[in-house]
């Protein structure tokens, strides 16, 4: 049996830029047994490219993208299967993908599900922090910005 | 000799005439691209059973009598876990969406590809499976079983050419009398603009198939 809690699931999203992000998941309040686990869905036409990057060691990590099934637009889901008893949920599970949305991606549906596959619990991750821009437009922020100090300066010395 | 060929006729009307009963493939007939999604339930870590409706449609100007289709896959990622529907009868022109459902197992892993994926649609004609008689002489009765014949619809039996005289018995079942004025000549029962297999007819000899 698993922790009867109620999981939580936080997202940070990055936008690692050319369309291509990164969620980091952190999952909380739960207790995963070996051959549980949990699936994160990706809502169709909004992802592609569902990639998994990193997750702690106590798991397998899958992920498959969004499709079409005779006519039927289906989500791809990313799928974290604990290998052990208490599996660690200490550090982060990270997906990388190419959003396809507008604005930032937000939120996303995910169920639990035991060794059988059968759901056990639902719920809607929710943002940890707010959307951490990617480095160059850091740098092209910084730029701008330092350009901008600059014309003030110009212009209040003349 | 006469009785001993009546006997022998009779044997053989009986016991032989017992056709062998396929279901042609129908160039009319296509299912829709649109089906309609009914269930999703997880199979394992990366399938998933999907339930749909078809819908069948009959382009031609016929009807076609239990309409079937078989779906069958190439694909090694996606299995058919119930291929098999049937529409009943569709008329012509029209689309009939069965009751029935089949079930795929997608491994999502892999894209799913339709073009794997092909249908088999079949229907059914109207056929003579079985025919036999007391004899095979003028006045007597020869009975002619049948199949594919859409319900309450009249059917009648075409002796050479001519409407002969008959009468349904049961269900895919009739009778005719063998006419006084003609001893020979192909015979086939008709329903509408259906027409069944043909068989020559001759007295005092077999009922040998002509046709499909």
Redesign the interface.
């Known amino acids: 049996m698993s922790s009867a809690k109620a999981i939580i699931i936080t997202y940070n999203a990055t936008d690692l830029g050319s369309g291509l992000w990164q969620y980091d998941y952190y999952v909380s309040d739960y207790d995963f047994n070996a051959d549980y686990g949990f699936q994160i869905f990706f809502e169709y036409g909004l992802y592609e490219n569902i990639t998994p990057v990193s997750s702690p060691s106590d798991w397998d990590v899958?992920a498959?993208?969004p499709?079409?099934?005779?006519?039927?637009p289906?989500d791809?889901?990313y799928?974290a299967?604990a290998l052990v008893d208490g599996a660690s949920l200490a550090e982060s599970f990270s997906v990388q993908f190419n959003w396809l949305g507008t604005g930032n991606p937000n939120g996303q549906y995910f169920e639990v599900?035991d060794s059988d596959?059968?759901f056990v619990d639902s719920g809607e991750s929710v943002p940890g922090t707010a959307p951490v821009p990617e480095p160059t437009t850091m740098v092209l922020l910084g730029t701008g910005l330092i350009g901008l100090a600059g014309y003030r300066k110009k212009i209040k010395k003349s | 000799m006469m009785i001993k060929d009546k006997r022998l006729i009779t044997f053989l009307f009986c016991t032989i005439i017992s056709l062998l009963f396929s279901l042609p493939v129908s160039a009319d007939l296509l299912i829709d691209d649109n089906y309609q999604l009914v269930s999703k339930t997880r199979a394992s870590r990366t399938e998933y059973d999907y339930t749909f409706k078809a819908t069948a449609t009959n382009t031609g100007e016929d009807v076609e009598v239990n309409v079937s289709a078989t779906l069958t896959s190439s694909s090694d990622f996606t299995t058919v876990i119930d291929g098999d529907i049937n529409f009943g009868n569709v008329a012509a022109e029209s689309s009939v969406t069965g009751d029935d459902t089949f079930t795929i197992r997608q491994n999502r892993s892999y894209p799913f590809d339709p073009s794997a994926l092909s249908w088999d649609v079949t229907s059914e004609n109207l056929r003579i499976v079985q025919i036999s008689s007391e004899g095979g002489m003028p006045g007597d009765k020869i009975s002619i079983g049948y199949s594919g014949a859409i319900d309450e619809e009249p059917i009648e039996v075409i002796f050479s050419g001519m409407i002969a005289s008959s009468s349904v018995i049961n269900l895919n079942l009739l009778q005719f009398d063998v006419p006084y004025d003609c001893k020979s000549g192909p015979l086939f029962i008709r329903q509408g603009n259906r027409a069944s297999n043909q068989f020559f007819f001759h007295n005092y000899k077999l009922f040998i198939q002509i046709s499909n």
């Open positions: 899958i498959y993208d499709d079409v099934i005779f006519g039927s289906d791809g889901a799928d299967l599900y596959y059968a």
